[in-house]
């Protein structure tokens, strides 16, 4: 027969698999958070654009499961129960979704925009560092002359 605290054990994990114990603790975090929330002052209106990160941020939470943090977002941000059309988002935001990128959160497309404006940034640092290379190179084999000959000579023979 099993011990007190191993049925203890086997409860608590079961639990926790399941999710019970992550959505309890959500929801003692969203009733703290109301409880000591002062209704009496009110919130600042919230802008187009706050509006629209949020609405990212909660598409994103949701995609990945994490429901608790985006329960206790939507509580306060006191954002409404239903999302807005993503196809409003992206149309706020000048976005054109093709078929890929409509299973995925918004943000993940934005993301990989810059990133792939990094790497070509990347390539055009490197590109400008090889071409100092070259330009350096270029002024070893000239022969000992003034700068202002040298920035000629390189100069001509672009």
């Known amino acids: 027969m099993a011990s007190v605290d191993e049925l203890k054990a ?5 639990l926790e698999k399941g999710g019970v114990i992550g959505e309890l603790k ?4 969203a009733a703290v958070f109301q409880a000591v929330d002062d209704r009496s002052e009110p919130k600042p209106t919230l802008s187009h654009e706050n509006l629209l990160i949020n609405e990212l941020i909660r598409e994103y939470l949701e995609f990945n ?3 608790y943090s985006a329960s206790v977002l939507n509580a306060e941000a006191g954002l409404s129960e239903i999302p807005l059309d993503r196809s409003f988002i992206a149309r706020e935001l000048n976005i054109i979704e093709d078929g890929n990128s409509q299973s995925v959160p918004i943000l993940y497309g934005i993301l990989a925009h810059f990133l792939q404006g990094q790497v070509q940034r990347k390539r055009f640092e490197n590109s400008k560092e090889q071409h100092l290379k070259d330009a ?11 700068t202002s000959d040298a920035y000629a000579y390189r100069n001509m023979n672009r």
């Open 26 to 29: 959500a929801n003692v975090r």
């Open 10 to 14: 086997v409860l608590k994990d079961t």
């Open 136 to 146: 350096n190179q270029e002024r070893i084999c000239l022969p000992q002359s003034s």
């Open 65 to 67: 499961k994490y429901k």
